[in-house]
């Protein structure tokens, strides 16, 4: 087991970074966090290996993750990157995730692509990651934990298309019901500050959101919600994947 990993993740509801903190927790002793929606990204210090881990949005990485990792010197340090997505496809996001890592100075040693349930429609891939997402994380990390020990400087090779695909572009945001209490933390939580509240309304500025649903997974009279309209067009959209299972997948 390593001594200490410093796990880098984008996390607005929840699931990346459980699913980093698992294969961190099974390859290291010590765990450091560093939440790269934070105004401040530190640089790189000691630990034995760095793990990027961000989700997926639209088949790209969110340009949020992109901009505080390029704030990163990895002088060499060798990392692991993870995307995570919500049963769909991860399409360029991991092959994009690796080069913008690659380009801060790490070596990227492994990555994967793992399922958590989707933060718009949290029917697509309810309860994941699960107990065998969990099993096979494990064992990611300890063969990740090999090939490290091994020093094998084998290429790691990930699907996807570069020039990527076109970046999401929804001109629409989370809205606030009547029974809104007006408490802020919606506007706390925004990782973009893109919503304003004044106690009396809540105002989301359209060209700043990112769609990451994290101020209604702390709205806690659940009066945060996508836009009905778009919550059933997404629902049409999504519908295959509330009855396939994808499994996670590892590239060492």
């Not at 989700?55 to 340009?63: C, E, L, W």
């Not at 692991?80 to 801060?104: F, K, Q, W």
Request: some cysteine; charged content about 25%; overall charge negative.
């Amino acid at each position: 087991m390593l001594g200490t990993s410093k796990l880098y993740y984008f996390s607005p509801t929840g699931g990346t970074k459980k699913t980093g903190e698992l294969f961190c927790e099974e390859i290291s002793g010590k765990v450091i966090l560093m939440d790269l929606s934070a105004k401040k990204t530190e640089e790189e210090t000691e630990s034995d290996l760095a793990v990027f881990a961000a989700p997926v949005f639209g088949g790209r990485i969110p340009g949020l993750v992109s901009d505080g990792i390029h704030k990163i010197n990895g002088a060499g340090k060798k990392a692991v990157t993870m995307v995570v997505y919500g049963n769909r496809a991860y399409e360029d996001a991991l092959l994009e995730l690796n080069h913008i890592v690659s380009g801060s100075g790490f070596e990227v040693v492994a990555s994967c692509a793992c399922i958590a349930q989707h933060s718009m429609v949290p029917e697509v891939a309810a309860g994941r990651p699960d107990d065998s997402d969990h099993a096979g994380i494990r064992d990611f990390a300890r063969k990740v934990e090999e090939k490290m020990e091994s020093h094998v400087d084998s290429p790691v090779m990930v699907p996807g298309n570069n020039p990527y695909k076109n970046a999401m572009n929804m001109p629409v945001t989370p809205i606030s019901l009547p029974g809104c209490g007006m408490c802020g933390k919606c506007a706390a939580a925004c990782p973009v500050g893109a919503i304003a509240c004044d106690g009396k309304t809540v105002t989301t500025d359209a060209g700043k959101c990112i769609l990451c649903m994290a101020c209604t997974k702390v709205c806690p009279g659940n009066a945060r919600i996508l836009p009905p309209p778009l919550k059933e067009k997404l629902e049409q959209i999504l519908g295959d994947a509330k009855t396939v299972r994808r499994e996670n997948e590892y590239f060492l």
